[in-house]
């Protein structure tokens, strides 16, 4: 794709210079009080049709499968299109989009990279995470790791990851309403994140996994019909021509023939290009180990359904992203840079302006009609995407940390009085289940029992915290690029999630010891190099723009702490005082690769 792009622009580029200044600028496209009343009705349509839905299907099963995997009984297309409709996220509408129209070449490597991950997730993930665990990631390491500090290191960074998806979504929220009131008040944005933090944590702690996926399935749709829509109207609007598109978009850029080439946004010192390299790491590697992603694969009821969806679900992620290209130039070429920067320093509102121009400008009905509508989509993406992460790290929480970590204590307490009483001679008494069913499981590995239920409630509880937790976080986050939002969430998970889980799956000596040095020697890593970075201090978009203690130069961290991560787990594993268990590992071997004893 990226020769494609390159040959296309390249062809474009030797027109720019000659047509760059034969067409007049484009009339500023502000949306007007027009627009509010109509945008508004469809707003309140789509949270009243997802309340619906949730009420609806949260009566239909309160057990732990229910809440966790939706029952497990979605079929491969409608769990790819859910999969498609997590992954399709705000960054994806509105910050991709906007990161093209902004900086053109380097914004459509944004999603190239986007794209790519989902061919290390169907490679090397699907069906073996599909057939090694029951809910979480933590599931597939306690399978051959069974140790509390293993659950709770990785729970806790999934719960890290997801809340700083949970951020980047709420922010682009909150341009979206602001947008649509027509006013720049941070009063506004604030009551907007306010409330879709509520209502995520309604559709959660009401639905579970069974709504949230029917959310994303309708979410998907109507993003997807919306994209085709727009990408329909653009290219009869050049008649056809995308590289009239493309020099129009140049020419409105104020860039020139630079906003057709490489580093327009990452080239201009070695340390950008370093970044943009960091960056694209993180994209490729950071899908495979997404929480709301990898709970995704445990809603089919076989590994053979979760490949067959992540095969649907490239399928519809890349026709999106070949779309978002042509809207990000549209955006350029029709509103210009310099209005979508205006109307959102970061671009997060150039799909909605484009949709305003398409449909006939302001003070239109098309316009209007059409802005309202690609406004709610919007809407009905950011709520959808909240939906599954806080299900993800909710989950994470009560099933990880609470209950395999916490929870487990007096069950090791227990299993030390029955090796005592083993040893005297003593007879010890069977551990049964709810059903009355004898059982033995492992420290750190909770199973099915009267327990799960006290899990739903848990997980009910820490929707609420984490929801409040990202609605704090996001009020100090509001000018920040969504997409870029997306890129930090993503180095953190290639950073502490992948590495223990490619361990996990393919080192038979891997260890305890190597998963919790491998999580924490990427997250701390990532956590603190962002913290450092020019994300949180040091410029004028900064989170704190008026201090600055900023040492590391990069605004993505991928670069150094997913190799990190993959080196402290394997340290950890060689200097383990205790060997890899042979047996174990088998018995994940056979499992991820033949489904036989699968939940």
Same mark, same amino acid.
């Given at each position: 794709?990226?020769?494609?792009?390159?040959?296309?622009?390249?062809?474009?580029?030797?027109?720019?210079?000659?047509?760059?200044?034969?067409?007049?600028? =484009?009339?500023?496209?502000?949306?007007?009080?027009?627009?509010?009343?109509?945008?508004?009705?469809?707003?309140?349509?789509?949270?009243?049709?997802?309340?619906?839905?949730?009420?609806?299907?949260?009566?239909?099963?309160?057990?732990?499968?229910?809440?966790?995997?939706?029952?497990?009984?979605?079929?491969?297309?409608?769990?790819?299109?859910?999969?498609?409709?997590?992954?399709?996220?705000?960054?994806?509408?509105?910050?991709?989009?906007?990161?093209?129209?902004?900086?053109?070449?380097?914004? &459509?490597?944004?999603?190239?990279?986007?794209?790519?991950?989902?061919?290390?997730?169907?490679?090397?993930?699907?069906?073996?995470?599909?057939?090694?665990?029951?809910?979480?990631?933590?599931?597939?390491?306690?399978?051959?790791?069974?140790?509390?500090?293993?659950?709770?290191?990785?729970?806790?960074?999934?719960?890290? &990851?997801?809340?700083?998806?949970?951020?980047?979504?709420?922010?682009?929220?909150?341009?979206?309403?602001?947008?649509?009131?027509?006013?720049?008040?941070?009063?506004?944005?604030?009551?907007?994140?306010?409330?879709?933090?509520?209502?995520?944590?309604?559709?959660?702690?009401?639905?579970?996994?069974?709504?949230?996926?029917?959310?994303?399935?309708?979410?998907?749709?109507?993003?997807?019909?919306?994209?085709?829509? $727009?990408?329909?109207?653009?290219?009869?609007?050049?008649?056809?021509?995308?590289?009239?598109?493309?020099?129009?978009?140049?020419?409105?850029?104020?860039?020139?023939?630079?906003?057709?080439?490489?580093?327009?946004?990452?080239?201009?010192?070695?340390?950008?290009?370093?970044?943009?390299?960091?960056?694209?790491?993180?994209?490729?590697?950071?899908?495979?180990?997404?929480?709301?992603?990898?709970?995704?694969?445990?809603?089919?009821?076989?590994?053979?359904?979760?490949?067959?969806?992540?095969?649907?679900?490239?399928?519809?992620?890349?026709?999106?992203?070949?779309?978002?290209?042509?809207?990000?130039?549209?955006?350029?070429? $029709?509103?210009?840079?310099?209005?979508?920067?205006?109307?959102?320093?970061?671009?997060?509102?150039?799909?909605?302006?484009?949709?305003? &121009?398409?449909?006939?400008?302001?003070?239109?009905?098309?316009?209007?009609?059409?802005?309202?509508?690609?406004?709610?989509?919007? #809407?009905?993406?950011?709520?959808?995407?909240?939906?599954?992460?806080?299900?993800?790290?909710?989950?994470?929480?009560?099933?990880?940390?609470?209950?395999?970590?916490?929870?487990?204590? =007096?069950?090791?307490?227990?299993?030390?009085?029955?090796?005592?009483?083993?040893?005297?001679?003593?007879?010890?008494?069977?551990?049964?289940?709810?059903?009355?069913?004898?059982?033995?499981?492992?420290?750190?590995?909770?199973?099915?029992?009267?327990?799960?239920?006290?899990?739903?409630?848990?997980?009910?509880?820490?929707?609420?915290?984490?929801?409040?937790?990202?609605?704090?976080?996001?009020?100090?986050?509001?000018? $920040?690029?969504?997409?870029?939002?997306?890129?930090?969430?993503?180095?953190?998970?290639?950073?502490?999630?992948?590495?223990?889980?490619?361990?996990?799956?393919?080192?038979?000596? *891997?260890?305890?010891?190597?998963?919790?040095?491998?999580?924490?020697?990427?997250?701390?890593?990532?956590?603190?190099? &962002?913290?450092?970075?020019?994300?949180?201090?040091?410029?004028?978009?900064?989170?704190?723009?008026?201090?600055?203690?900023?040492? #590391?130069?990069?605004?993505?961290?991928?670069?150094?702490?997913?190799?990190?991560?993959?080196?402290?787990?394997?340290?950890?594993?060689?200097?383990?005082?205790?060997?890899?268990?042979?047996?174990? *590992?088998?018995?994940?071997?056979?499992?991820?690769?033949?489904?036989?004893?699968?939940?």
């Amino acid at each position: 794709m990226t020769s494609v792009m390159t040959t296309l622009m390249t062809g474009a580029v030797r027109n720019t210079v000659t047509t760059v200044l034969t067409t007049a600028t =484009p009339p500023p496209v502000a949306p007007t009080g027009d627009h509010h009343s109509l945008a508004i009705v469809l707003f309140a349509v789509v949270v009243l049709v997802t309340l619906g839905i949730t009420l609806w299907v949260g009566r239909q099963g309160n057990a732990a499968e229910d809440f966790y995997a939706g029952g497990r009984d979605f079929t491969p297309l409608q769990n790819g299109f859910a999969l498609s409709g997590d992954y399709l996220s705000a960054a994806s509408f509105l910050g991709v989009a906007g990161l093209i129209a902004l900086y053109g070449y380097d914004g &459509v490597l944004y999603s190239i990279g986007f794209l790519v991950a989902w061919l290390v997730v169907l490679m090397l993930v699907a069906e073996l995470v599909r057939n090694a665990g029951r809910y979480t990631l933590a599931d597939v390491l306690a399978l051959r790791l069974r140790r509390r500090k293993v659950r709770a290191a990785a729970g806790g960074a999934s719960v890290v &990851v997801t809340l700083l998806y949970l951020v980047a979504q709420m922010v682009g929220a909150g341009s979206l309403v602001a947008l649509l009131l027509g006013t720049d008040s941070p009063h506004a944005r604030t009551w907007t994140i306010i409330a879709v933090g509520a209502l995520m944590i309604v559709y959660v702690t009401i639905g579970g996994m069974r709504a949230t996926t029917w959310i994303q399935i309708i979410k998907a749709c109507l993003l997807t019909a919306g994209s085709v829509l $727009l990408t329909v109207l653009l290219v009869v609007r050049f008649h056809g021509d995308l590289g009239e598109l493309m020099r129009q978009a140049a020419q409105h850029s104020g860039a020139g023939h630079r906003y057709l080439e490489p580093g327009l946004k990452y080239g201009h010192s070695f340390t950008s290009r370093l970044d943009f390299f960091s960056l694209g790491l993180a994209l490729v590697l950071g899908t495979a180990g997404l929480p709301h992603i990898l709970s995704r694969f445990y809603t089919v009821p076989t590994a053979r359904a979760a490949r067959r969806s992540t095969m649907w679900a490239i399928g519809l992620v890349g026709g999106f992203y070949l779309m978002a290209i042509v809207l990000g130039l549209g955006a350029t070429a $029709l509103v210009g840079s310099a209005e979508v920067r205006h109307a959102n320093s970061a671009g997060n509102t150039a799909v909605p302006l484009l949709a305003l &121009v398409l449909g006939g400008g302001n003070g239109s009905t098309g316009g209007v009609v059409l802005f309202a509508l690609i406004s709610a989509i919007a #809407f009905a993406t950011i709520l959808a995407v909240v939906a599954g992460l806080t299900l993800a790290s909710s989950a994470a929480f009560a099933h990880d940390i609470w209950a395999g970590a916490w929870r487990t204590r =007096p069950r090791r307490a227990r299993a030390a009085r029955a090796r005592g009483r083993r040893r005297r001679g003593e007879a010890v008494p069977a551990t049964r289940s709810a059903e009355g069913v004898a059982t033995s499981r492992s420290a750190g590995e909770p199973g099915p029992g009267a327990g799960d239920q006290q899990e739903v409630v848990v997980a009910r509880f820490a929707a609420g915290g984490i929801g409040a937790a990202a609605i704090v976080i996001s009020l100090y986050a509001q000018q $920040l690029n969504v997409a870029f939002l997306v890129g930090l969430a993503f180095a953190v998970a290639a950073s502490a999630n992948l590495p223990v889980l490619l361990y996990s799956l393919f080192w038979s000596r *891997f260890t305890a010891r190597g998963a919790v040095w491998s999580v924490y020697g990427g997250l701390v890593p990532a956590i603190v190099l &962002v913290f450092f970075s020019p994300v949180v201090s040091g410029t004028k978009v900064a989170l704190f723009p008026g201090v600055d203690f900023h040492w #590391f130069p990069l605004e993505n961290p991928g670069i150094v702490s997913i190799p990190l991560g993959f080196l402290a787990g394997w340290i950890g594993t060689i200097t383990s005082p205790e060997p890899a268990d042979a047996d174990r *590992f088998a018995e994940l071997e056979v499992r991820a690769l033949t489904g036989a004893g699968a939940a």
